[in-house]
């Protein structure tokens, strides 16, 4: 049980960690998201050439690195849209009255240069780990990749809890296309795949031939994962989620979390 203890613990701390100081970041006054941004882009670069340097790493160092270095990857494309650089052609609120394919449309539009770059990001570590036998970075990207694309489309339809405070005040808009409902009816098809993906990540780690490059590297993305779907409970759940990244967010308005 030890040998899985290390990379479950570096899993959740780096996850927490992380997120806390994007929301930190993004929540900090405008005229520091220049710099901001600026060193995430060099640190950026620096992930993905680590992403190239551990594709042909079979090694438990090398599970680590490229696990990491995604998770850093996808913590560009995260400031990138919540600092307000690359977002999408709206940045106004959603009109009342839109309904349906109108609605979907302009909340669509929101972040259409955001999901662009994610396929390209995606685009470049695939095409830096091709061919070679460590591709912990690819698979970590994809569950980035999926799960938040999960979370937002669960946001669109409605769920219990919003969690507008983690929009900084220059997104505000965004929060006029989320809608509050007790259930839609992607969250339980979402969770089920979501909890089948989590096994087959988990499966290579604990069969009894398990090397420490494959044990360490799918107990980390297997933990990626069971924290997104925790991430997702807390939409459904009456549980503080908030209270997990208190340190990055500031002081919280009356009203924050209110239905649009």
């Known amino acids: 049980m030890s040998d899985y203890a290390a990379p479950i613990l570096y899993a959740v701390v780096i996850w927490w960690f992380l997120t806390g100081a994007i929301l930190w970041l993004n929540h900090r006054p405008r005229r520091t998201h220049a710099w901001s941004f600026g060193a995430t882009t060099v640190a950026l670069f620096g992930a993905l050439w680590v992403i190239g340097w551990s594709t042909n790493q079979e090694s438990e160092a090398g599970a680590y690195a490229a696990f990491t270095a995604a998770l850093i990857v996808w913590g560009w494309q995260e400031m990138a849209f919540y600092m307000g ?9 959603g009109v009342p009255t839109d309904q349906g394919l109108a609605r979907f449309g302009a909340a669509a539009a929101t972040n259409l240069w955001h999901e662009a770059a994610i396929i390209l990001g995606f685009a470049a570590i695939a095409w830096l780990t091709a061919g070679g036998p460590n591709r912990m970075a690819l698979w970590t990207y994809l569950v980035l990749w999926g799960m938040n694309l999960s979370a937002r489309l669960n946001l669109f339809l409605g769920v219990r809890n919003l969690h507008a405070e983690f929009l900084p005040e220059h997104l505000r808009y965004l929060g006029s296309f989320f809608r509050r409902a007790p259930m839609n009816a ?8 979501a909890t089948g993906f989590l096994l087959v990540l988990l499966h290579p780690a604990v069969t009894e031939s398990a090397s420490a490059f494959k044990r360490s590297g799918h107990t980390m993305m297997a933990t990626l994962m069971a924290l997104a779907i925790l991430e997702h409970g807390f939409l459904m759940l009456p549980l503080p989620s908030a209270a997990l990244w208190g340190w990055g967010l500031p002081a919280r308005r009356p009203g924050a979390d209110a239905a649009p």
Do not use: D, E, H, S
């Not at 992607?186 to 795949?193: D, E, G, K, Q, S």
């Open 186 to 193: 992607l969250f339980p098809v979402a969770m089920i795949l």
């Open 85 to 93: 650089y690359v977002a999408g052609p709206r940045r106004t609120p």
